[in-house]
């Protein structure tokens, strides 16, 4: 696998595949479970949390706030009990993380700098930081980007947040709410990533915080909770498993196995997708398995499933015909913009993909061989790599360690079934 902070070209060449593979741990349920015990009084056990570079960023976070976060295996034991920091937080490059950590860190009454590096750099915070304010937290961009800085505590009452940006802010928000001064009636309009709140509440309840939710756009949070200590396992990742699917239904067949067809992940409609496009899915025991059949265009609305781009323009470029992904909108604030960077990918590689308004456009064939870069964007990466599984030549891939963000191993694990 590509080593940490060491620039990488990965080449993929055309290969049938077939194996069993295990699912990487999510990163989004590992980054909420790192942030829930590292508040709850005792201690906790996170369960095959995973390495990735957004999970190592927030138990570094979780450090500065005076959590004792150890590894014992692949378990990570947690003593909670936050603080305010004395030094800023840094995020890292985790969109998750700055959104989350920003709504925990306004509970302080003393001023806390949240950064980062990298992409998150060029990132809006604009989103997080109207939302802060409308709780009555002081909270101030640096020219719209990080540093933000902020200043608590949550007040609770009657607020109106816009969550047409998407979920993180909310999410921050809610795991913050518990700790507020006074109880705290949420009222969300054009709320976008839905299934990633109610992973957020579900993870919330399974650490003893109660929130009432109506229909998906009032909230309400009792004041006074607590966290409680829990032991915890993280589940498969299905954002990381879609490409391993789309691998099996363009190349071969694969077996998938750690994921939960019961999930909250929204990324779990991947197999919506798979079977409009012909390809075969079974569901032996203890795995999904995904198997290369006819594959025709579909059409696929990822508007609360924006990660699932990447892997399905994989897919798209190998059915016949045009296939029609809409909500593009949502791809502007990514690692990159995610928009761009697939056409620019992909045209390089062949395959005539171009946007219509809220919709990306493809149309399959047989992606050839290419020269391509990840715009540091680690689907990106997985995407071309998947992609090169079926076409007609090798890829190669400027900074393929990328990857390392959500799936350090996914190199490691595309030669594994690969014959």
């Known amino acids: 696998m590509p080593h940490k902070g060491q620039p990488m070209t990965e080449t993929t060449r055309p290969s049938p595949v077939s194996g069993h593979i295990k699912a990487p741990p999510s990163k989004s349920v590992a980054q909420r479970a790192i942030a829930m015990a590292s508040m709850a009084k005792g201690n906790s056990r996170i369960i095959s949390p995973g390495h990735s570079d957004d999970v190592l960023a927030a138990i570094d976070v979780c450090r500065k706030l005076g959590a004792s976060l150890q590894w014992d295996g692949d378990s990570l ?10 030094a ?4 890292r490059e985790s969109g998750l993380s700055i959104r989350m950590f920003s709504g925990i860190a306004s509970t302080f009454a003393e001023e806390v700098c949240m950064t980062g590096h990298g992409s998150l750099m060029n990132r809006s915070m ?5 939302s802060l304010q409308a709780l009555g937290v002081q909270c101030t961009t640096t020219r719209g980007k990080l540093p933000l800085y902020l200043k608590g505590p949550v007040q609770g009452g009657h607020v109106h947040i816009d969550g047409s940006q998407g979920s993180q802010v909310l999410t921050g928000i809610l795991l913050a709410a518990p700790l507020a001064e006074n109880e705290l009636h949420l009222h969300i309009h054009h709320l976008k990533s839905k299934p990633y709140i109610d992973m957020s509440i579900d993870m ?4 003893g915080i109660n929130v009432i939710r109506e229909d998906y756009s009032y909230f309400f949070i009792p004041s006074g ?35 939960r067809t019961d999930s909250t992940q929204g990324d779990k409609r991947v197999l919506e997708a798979l079977e409009a496009s012909g390809a075969a899915l079974s569901f032996p025991a203890g795995g999904i398995r995904a198997a290369k059949r006819e594959l025709k265009a579909f059409s696929f609305d990822a508007t609360d499933c924006p990660d699932l781009f990447p892997p399905l323009v994989a897919l798209a470029a190998h059915c016949s015909g045009t ?21 620019d ?11 219509e308004e809220d919709t990306m456009c493809i149309k399959g064939g047989k992606p050839g061989s290419a020269r391509v870069h990840s715009h540091g964007d680690h689907r990106i990466a997985m995407a071309a790599a998947v992609s090169a599984l079926s076409g007609e030549g090798p890829v190669s891939i400027a900074q393929a360690e990328a990857v390392n963000k959500s799936y350090p191993n996914f190199f490691d694990d ?3 079934i690969k014959k």
């Not at 034991?77 to 004395?86: F, N, T």
């Not at 604009?126 to 109207?130: C, G, L, R, S, Y």
């Not at 919330?204 to 650490?207: P, Q």
């Not at 909108?329 to 056409?343: C, F, G, I, M, V």
Request: charged share 15%; glycine share 10%; hydrophobic share 45%.
């Open 414 to 416: 595309l030669a594994q």
């Open 345 to 355: 990918v992909f045209s390089n590689m062949g395959v005539d993909i171009w946007v």
């Open 88 to 91: 800023p937080l840094n995020c």
């Open 225 to 259: 909770q607590a966290y409680k200590a829990c032991a915890f396992h993280v589940e498969g990742d299905w954002s990381g498993a879609a490409f391993l699917l789309v691998a099996g239904a363009i190349a071969g067949e694969v077996v998938v196995e750690n994921l």
């Open 204 to 207: 919330m309840h399974k650490f």
């Open 77 to 86: 034991h947690v003593q909670g009990g936050i603080r305010a920091p004395g």
């Open 126 to 130: 604009e989103a997080t930081a109207k």
């Open 323 to 343: 296939s029609r992904i809409s909500g593009v909108n949502r791809l502007q604030s990514k690692e990159s913009d995610r928009a761009a960077s697939l056409t």
